[in-house]
């Protein structure tokens, strides 16, 4: 099974940009569909963007959609979420998520799971 790390959380201003990384091992991240969900405190964890496993399908939450941008490099085994004009309510933690058979918006089809990245933006 695969296994994913993600970095490039931080604490940022307004205004900002962000990368975020989702490093995979254990199996070729070719052979998943990719997504990120983001989840606030006290809420339940929503869908952010998908990509499918040659990257030539993506799916954005209306919430980000324009500012939000997922690509993958499968030769790095690694998928990108870069975050523009980040607002405070993007604060939240961001994980990914691998599917061997999906890449779309529902958390529950997504086997493997990062730990996350906290991403607090302040107004």
């Known amino acids: 099974q695969v296994q994913l790390v993600e970095s490039g959380g931080g604490l940022v201003q307004a205004g900002d940009s962000l990368r975020l990384s989702c490093a995979a091992s254990?199996?070729?991240?070719?052979?998943?569909?990719m997504g990120w969900f983001r989840q606030a405190p006290g809420l339940e964890r929503e869908f952010v963007a998908a990509?499918?496993?040659?990257?030539?399908?993506?799916a954005y939450a209306d919430s980000v959609k324009g500012r939000v941008t997922i690509s993958r490099d499968n030769a790095a085994n690694t998928v990108y979420l870069q975050i523009n004009s980040l607002k405070p309510e993007d604060t939240a933690v961001y994980y990914c998520?691998?599917?061997?058979?999906?890449?779309?918006?529902?958390?529950?089809?997504?086997?493997?799971w990062g730990r996350g990245t906290q991403v607090t933006v302040s107004s």
């Open positions: 998520a691998a599917s061997s058979y999906y890449s779309g918006t529902n958390r529950n089809l997504y086997a493997y």
């Open positions: 254990g199996r070729a991240l070719s052979r998943y569909g």
């Open positions: 990509i499918a496993w040659s990257g030539d399908g993506t």
